[in-house]
């Protein structure tokens, strides 16, 4: 499936617009395709569609950064799907911000029963620690998450079973009530039902009348390849349950990735220091290099300097989306300086300072009276 439209040409605005440019590039478009302005029009609900999707990725200044980096690819190797199946889920999600951005000239967004918007569920955030080589690789997670949802003793509707919901004597089931002032009529949410139109008078005991329940529930969360501490992962409507006839919210996992003794990252380069000794500084060699694959051969040069920098092309990590490779993997090598060392390898060491006209420190008085007495 070829991925969406580029979100910028979508909304019309270059990629370094600020955020106010893009809401405004948004409030005229919705303005344009609102499904209200365009009833029964399936090309206008899906240009107000395609809006909406890239609203809500250039709007979030996280995914925007991601979607920057990586395109479509990358946002969905994070789990953010950011598509909407109808209106419906548009007005969902969107329903405080269509308030603000449309005044109610609309009404914001769809109803329930009384004229009472539907209110979707809470979105949920849940902390998930990675080891080092788990975030380089992928990997699965099995986790408890707590949160609302259906009760299944009333079945949601919030009366003990074998009641139900009786109609609202202050409203009358509309939901609404009118309030005239000289000459004006203002259409308010009944204060009793508080816009449902109905109202409980035998409250579910499992749940209290609420509807809802606080459940632990088990979920599997698949990592991609290459994610790094601070991302986040996006598992739609795992949040929290929302009205009746509203979708629920969603569940955000934040990675974080546990410090690794060996390997450090650097966006999806790898880093590691490893040691070399005097003579393979000076007249090269090969040693033996871990890496997230494994263990790697790395040339060194003769006249390699303690301290230099060495790679190993794409032994990094993977990047995220999966088709753009890999990082590199960067070797410092460090001459190795023993704290002890055999007699023998000691005057070898002598010499060559003498070779090299280098001062160096004598012999100790006792060790140098050992080394006369065991000769």
């Not at 799907?81 to 969107?94: I, L, S, T």
Request: aromatic share 6%.
């Amino acid at each position: 499936m070829a991925d969406p439209r580029d979100y910028y040409e979508v909304l019309g605005v270059p990629r370094d617009a600020d955020e106010a440019t893009i809401k405004k590039a948004y409030r005229k478009l919705a303005m344009e395709f609102h499904p209200d302005r365009n009833p029964d029009n399936p090309v206008a609900e899906a240009r107000f569609k395609e809006a909406s999707e890239a609203y809500s990725v250039l709007g979030d200044a996280q995914k925007r950064q991601t979607y920057d980096r990586f395109g479509h690819q990358g946002l969905s190797g994070q789990g953010v799907h950011p598509g909407f199946q109808n209106a419906d889920e548009v007005f969902a999600q969107f329903g405080d911000l269509f308030g603000d951005l449309f005044g109610g000239a609309f009404g914001g967004g769809r109803r329930g029963g009384g004229g009472q918007r539907l209110r979707r569920g809470a979105d949920l955030q849940f902390g998930l620690e990675l080891d080092f080589l788990e975030a380089v690789h992928g990997t699965s997670k099995d986790v408890q998450i707590p949160r609302q949802a259906i009760c299944d003793s009333c079945t949601g509707s919030g009366a003990e079973p074998g009641t139900q919901p009786v109609t609202c004597e202050t409203c009358g089931g509309a939901g609404e009530v009118i309030q005239a002032q000289m000459f004006l009529r203002i259409r308010t949410a009944c204060p009793r039902c508080r816009g449902q139109g109905k109202v409980i008078r035998d409250p579910c005991r499992k749940c209290s009348g609420s509807g809802r329940v606080r459940v632990s529930e088990s979920l599997t969360v698949s990592v991609p390849a290459g994610v790094n501490s601070g991302l986040q992962l996006r598992l739609s409507s795992k949040g929290d349950v929302g009205d009746p006839g509203a979708p629920p919210g969603d569940l955000y996992v934040v990675l974080e990735v546990k410090p690794h003794p060996t390997f450090r990252r650097d966006g999806d380069d790898v880093l590691s220091t490893v040691p070399m000794t005097y003579p393979q500084a000076c007249l090269g060699g090969d040693i033996k290099v871990a890496t997230v694959d494994g263990e790697e051969t790395l040339t060194i040069p003769p006249g390699t300097p303690s301290g230099k920098v060495l790679s190993l092309k794409g032994k990094g990590a993977p990047r995220l989306g999966g088709k753009r490779g890999r990082g590199d993997h960067h070797v410092q090598v460090v001459v190795s300086v023993p704290e002890r060392m055999p007699p023998e390898e000691e005057n070898l060491v002598r010499k060559l300072a003498d070779l090299q006209k280098t001062t160096v420190n004598d012999k100790s008085f006792l060790k140098d009276f050992w080394d006369r007495i065991t000769s």
